[in-house]
């Protein structure tokens, strides 16, 4: 049996301190016009501010567009486009989380092909790659900078775009950026990539090579995650959370999500809640219909705990003493309910895990309660 693993088309340099090479790093492309592509956030917390300084004595103009929400919408999206246009960019550099990422990919493939969001959303072909983008994460979460996906929500739903050419030309993965994190990004962000680990290892069509990204990731954020969280500005603790969540986000780029991607991201369309939280709230169930249904494949998950019996009671172990939410106040009604777990079952990751319509359903009545 032959197995493909493709670690993407993206140049990693990753390093505290890295992102001061900027200037240097992409002076090849010899960029007229770039695209700053931010949010408040990121704004507030002064991490744009050197990124914009270092191209004030080159012969490069940089404009800022920072209108990208959480969970990003069309909006977003329609006005970057429109943004790049009007300053002529020919090149991009994202510097914020999973949410900026991902808008800044969308923006870079609707500008190549100045077409519109609806024809790049899922897997279609079009005749272009996206203008260069550099990225430059700011949360050690979503993967998106080694990854072909940009999710977008488009009228209250999370839609995939998938293209090969959507990985990032370069990142720049410096630590440092990640030290001003709040404790809920830092612990949203360390899950979300916990997840992407333990869905790619899980995965039916993964194989040695995603299982190897995806273990170590584990073993990693359980390690490192709470330490961090007790001391934020500890870089080493920072550095591996960063690593761990690349090296989830190449496992899953290569053998695909599961079933918690699929009830996160319906409920995250729904709710417009940090993508993070609901993988917290979902794992745990998904975990229990493995141990009922398939408890051989959770052998390869990795031993993660010296006290706790199971990886799943490690799980919950973990999401106890970080004092995450094990569940939401929300008045659902049966319709929203139904529709939620027909959303959930469609999605891409379900498709390589399938659990029925009535599971999907049990799942979400399992974590939203009426509020
Ligand atoms: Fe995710």
């Not at 995603?210 to 603790?237: C, T, W, Y």
């Not at 998904?286 to 490690?314: G, I, M, N, W």
Request: glycine fraction near 8%; hydrophobic fraction near 45%.
């Amino acid at each position: 049996m032959t197995s493909t693993f493709v670690i993407g088309g993206t140049q990693l340099v990753f390093g505290a301190g890295s992102s001061k090479d900027i200037v240097a790093l992409i002076a090849h492309w010899a960029f007229n016009q770039l695209l700053l592509v931010s949010d408040a956030g990121v704004m507030g917390a002064g991490l744009l501010e050197p990124i914009e300084d270092a191209f004030e004595f080159t012969d490069t103009e940089t404009h800022i567009f920072s209108n990208v929400e959480e969970n990003p919408k069309a909006a977003n999206v329609v006005a970057g486009v429109h943004r790049a246009k009007e300053v002529a960019a020919d090149g991009l550099i994202a510097v914020g989380g999973g949410s900026v990422i991902d808008t800044a990919k969308a923006i870079a493939l609707i500008l190549a092909n100045d077409c519109r969001l609806e024809d790049v959303v899922g897997e279609q072909s079009v005749p272009l790659p996206p203008r260069p983008l550099i990225a430059v994460p700011t949360t050690a979460g979503s993967g998106s900078e080694v990854s072909r996906w940009s999710v977008i929500t488009v009228k209250g739903q999370k839609e995939a775009i998938g293209n090969r050419h959507l990985y990032p030309h370069l990142t720049l993965a410096d630590p440092k950026m990640t030290l001003t994190l709040s404790a809920s990004m830092t612990a949203y962000g360390a899950i979300d990539a916990l997840t992407h680990a333990v869905e790619a290892v899980l995965s039916p069509i993964g194989h040695p090579f995603s299982r190897a990204l995806g273990r170590e990731a584990i073993k990693v954020i359980f390690a490192h995650l709470e330490n961090v969280l007790e001391n934020p500005e500890d870089l080493h603790g920072r550095t591996r959370l960063l690593e761990a969540s690349l090296m989830a986000g190449m496992a899953f780029d290569s053998a695909s999500l599961g079933p918690v991607h699929g009830l996160s991201q319906a409920l995250g369309g729904a709710f417009d809640l940090p993508h993070g939280l609901l993988n917290a709230l979902f794992l745990p169930g998904v975990l229990k219909e493995y141990q009922t249904h398939a408890p051989d494949q959770l052998e390869r998950l990795p031993a993660v705990s010296s006290s706790d019996r199971s990886f799943l009671s490690a799980l919950q172990s973990l999401i106890e003493r970080i004092a995450l939410p094990h569940h939401l106040e929300r008045d659902l009604s049966e319709t929203a309910l139904n529709r939620l777990a027909h959303r959930a079952y469609h999605d891409q990751g379900m498709g390589v895990v399938p659990l029925s319509v009535a599971t999907c359903r049990s799942l979400i009545q399992s974590v939203v309660h009426p509020g």
